[in-house]
């Protein structure tokens, strides 16, 4: 038995929508004018709606608009009831958010065959309403435990700190920090292409092959040998299409020297007291093609020095609220050299430009290493 409610000013039609809807077996609540109406569908979240457009005060497209505001009522069908039989009337009544019209004087074949359809719609739609809460509920716990895969911050052997924000949808942002021996520590972040559930699955799936050092005849000590054995191990093809960029980098200890290489990852910053350094890597993203080979570079660390990762969606941002053009490495570099002290990752994220009341276009990642 469906909820109907039924506003109009007219107690003759009142009454006459009231015995026909209760004849088809439907609970029908009614209302004398658009005010207590919308209080009613407010209380009782009928599944229709049977709104009179030409009533004093709050007339039917007010009570249709504030209707399609209210979260509680998303699925409700609203049948517009007029005298009003022009097309650019139901283009005024359709543009308010009406979803169907019943003309006077009503026949009532005509309004059993029209509520009948209204209601299958209804079910339709709270049906597809109930299964986005729960993919919604899904990806949100997909969400927290992707994040809780990633690492604690240490403070030995080097000092870590870092922000991760996830966007709008569930993303394939990862980093991660390990000592492989006494002498050499792993720090690398990627970003896999896309969003969803297929990006975060790859995402983790690299994650933990690298964590527990699955990939064969690789020595996790050299860059070039891990973003190579990647590369065969995760070709696109096999994943859904996806392929993803990866910034691979180990510091050995007593030497001070960091190795590193990038498969089309955005370039590392090294932050030290003489100025900002880029640390970019000439290969291609992993799993676009077979075959390809990367190059390692080193270079000593000096002490007191900051390395800074990140994902793209640091940096391709728009640069302002109200403008389209991407706001940019260049920007986003000028924030990390220019920065007063040493610039935490949070710091980075605060002068990152934001759309008021939007979410991240696309997953954000920062990494800070400090080396003592």
Request: charged content about 20%.
């Amino acid at each position: 038995m469906a909820q109907i409610l039924v506003i109009d000013d007219d107690p003759t039609m009142r009454l006459v929508l009231k015995r026909n809807l209760a004849a088809q077996g439907h609970a029908v609540a009614l209302a004398s004018d658009g005010e207590t109406g919308w209080a009613m569908a407010q209380a009782l979240r009928p599944a229709l709606v049977i709104s009179d457009w030409m009533m004093p005060g709050l007339d039917g497209l007010g009570v249709c608009a504030r209707i399609r505001s209210s979260p509680a009522l998303a699925t409700t069908f609203f049948v517009l009831l007029t005298s009003r039989d022009q097309l650019q009337d139901r283009v005024q009544g359709l543009d308010s958010g009406a979803d169907d019209f019943l003309v006077k004087p009503i026949d009532p074949s005509e309004l059993q065959a029209r509520v009948r359809a209204g209601l299958r719609l209804q079910q339709l739609n709270q049906d597809l309403h109930q299964q986005k809460q729960r993919l919604e509920q899904e990806l949100s716990e997909a969400a927290v435990y992707v994040r809780s895969l990633l690492p604690p911050p240490i403070a030995t052997p080097v000092t870590t700190d870092w922000v991760f924000v996830p966007s709008t949808e569930l993303g394939g942002d990862c980093f991660d920090y390990f000592a492989l021996d006494e002498d050499h520590f792993a720090i690398y972040l990627l970003d896999v292409s896309g969003h969803g559930v297929g990006s975060a699955l790859l995402s983790v799936s690299v994650l933990n092959l690298l964590r527990s050092r699955s990939l064969p005849h690789t020595d996790f000590t050299q860059p070039r040998a891990v973003l190579e054995a990647l590369n065969r191990a995760f070709p696109m093809e096999n994943h859904g299409d996806k392929y993803f960029t990866i910034w691979y980098g180990v510091y050995h200890r007593r030497h001070r020297e960091l190795t590193y290489a990038s498969g089309g990852h955005p370039p590392a910053l090294l932050r030290t007291q003489q100025g900002l350094t880029a640390l970019p890597g000439t290969g291609l993203a992993i799993g676009m093609f077979a075959g390809v080979t990367y190059d390692q570079q080193t270079l000593r660390v000096p002490s007191d020095s900051s390395l800074y990762l990140f994902s793209d969606g640091a940096y391709e941002v728009p640069e302002a609220p109200d403008q389209d053009a991407i706001w940019g490495l260049d920007a986003f570099t000028q924030v990390v050299e220019m920065g007063e002290g040493v610039p935490t990752p949070q710091s980075i994220c605060d002068r990152i430009p934001r759309r008021p009341g939007q979410g991240w276009p696309d997953d954000l990642s920062i990494l800070r290493v400090d080396f003592p």
